[in-house]
């Protein structure tokens, strides 16, 4: 594949991503301007999350007999138009619907342009090149989310909004040039669908996916008000910690890449909960001083950011001809957990200290290693018996 085609589709991911993750940065920001209380602006997040869990299955099979060119591109202007009319909402409710159009983005451009690529690559370059593709999302948590931040800081949250949906304009013209046309994938249908479903290491492998996001999403959709409860850690001092949250991830991505190649998805996932889980444990010991913080978010970051690449490389190999479907299921489940993430974090703020916030994730981490595990002997299983 020519690199500058990669290249384009990865700052797709890239603003993808910032679109979504910008709210977790801003979410102080909007509690202020909108006057609603944090859980409740918190919920912006869970909002976009069932969106996107519900469109990514359904926009897959609706979408299957369109041309990728044509499909990647329009989620990108719709990703345009959500953010652009987020920074022109002058209610919550406005607000609100805004993100739930712009969890379309989300639901239709990750998965759909992972499964587009696992069909143009062989069969060796395919955990790799969709390793690489998700660093488009962990630079949008480097850059993207941390200056979406600071542009809030100097001027406002709906110019941070602005700055994305410009962007993201942008980034739809130059798919359009650098697709070629007619490219398809295999259609979805029903049956397919329920060949998904009937199969227990692809039951287990969406099911990690899920208990991953949930145990991040409950600690990282309200790292703003919990470092700033904590520590005092707002402005230009949450950017630079969500900079430094970013470059862990970054690197974490790059790493997964060279690991994948020597010890394979499956380690590599295994790895990343474990890291996963570790931090989320010990972040309360972190929180005692600001500069642990800076670091607990280093390190978080850099464990556990390889994890949704591997998830993805995971499912195509446990069934190629299903890519289209298991990837957008994972994806759907991916934001389901986000979705459940923000909900339960909601009511944990008001239950919990912030603080201790990270401990509620940890159960869920841990769930998502034991079905991470189950999946994978399910999958020895289903290969010896095809075999």
């Given at each position: ?10 700052a797709g991911n890239f603003f993808v991503a910032t679109s979504f993750l910008s709210v977790g940065g ?304 994972n994806s759907s489940v991916t934001y389901l957990g986000i979705a459940v993430g923000a909900s339960i974090g909601a009511t944990a ?39």
């Amino acid at each position: 594949m020519p690199p500058q085609r990669l290249f384009v589709l990865i700052a797709g991911n890239f603003f993808v991503a910032t679109s979504f993750l910008s709210v977790g940065g801003l979410l102080s920001d909007i509690s202020a301007s909108l006057q609603v209380p944090i859980e409740q602006a918190g919920l912006l997040i869970a909002a976009f999350g069932i969106a996107a869990a519900v469109c990514a299955p359904t926009l897959a099979t609706l979408g299957s007999r369109i041309d990728r060119r044509k499909l990647l591109t329009g989620s990108m202007a719709v990703c345009a138009i959500a953010n652009l009319l987020a920074a022109l909402s002058q209610s919550y409710e406005h607000l609100l619907l805004a993100r739930v159009l712009a969890a379309v983005t989300s639901a239709v451009y990750t998965p759909q342009v992972a499964a587009t690529l696992s069909m143009l690559m062989p069969e060796k370059e395919r955990a790799p090149t969709l390793a690489k593709l998700m660093v488009g999302w962990s630079v949008g948590a480097v850059l993207g989310n941390p200056l979406s931040v600071l542009i809030a800081s100097v001027s406002s949250w709906r110019m941070s909004f602005a700055f994305i949906g410009i962007s993201s304009a942008v980034i739809a013209f130059f798919i359009w040039r650098s697709l070629p046309a007619n490219v398809m994938v295999p259609p979805l249908n029903w049956h397919r669908w329920f060949q998904v479903l009937r199969s227990p290491a692809l039951r287990y492998l969406t099911a990690a996916t899920m208990l991953s996001n949930v145990g991040s999403v409950v600690m990282m959709s309200y790292i703003a008000p919990i470092v700033g409860s904590v520590q005092g850690i707002s402005g230009a001092a949450l950017a630079l910690l969500l900079f430094v949250a970013g470059v862990g991830s970054l690197l974490g991505n790059l790493l997964s890449v060279r690991m994948v190649r020597i010890y394979g998805a499956t380690v590599v996932a295994y790895r990343c909960n474990i890291s996963s889980a570790v931090m989320l444990l010990l972040w309360p010991l972190f929180s005692l001083w600001v500069a642990t913080i800076y670091v607990a978010q280093f390190l978080w970051s850099l464990g556990s950011s390889g994890f949704p690449a591997v998830q993805q490389a995971r499912l195509v190999a446990v069934a190629p001809m299903l890519a289209a479907a298991t990837i957008a299921l994972n994806s759907s489940v991916t934001y389901l957990g986000i979705a459940v993430g923000a909900s339960i974090g909601a009511t944990a703020w008001t239950l919990v200290p912030p603080r201790f916030m990270s401990w509620v994730g940890f159960v869920f981490v841990l769930g998502a290693l034991t079905c991470s595990v189950l999946g994978e002997r399910a999958a020895q299983k289903e290969a010896g018996a095809s075999a």
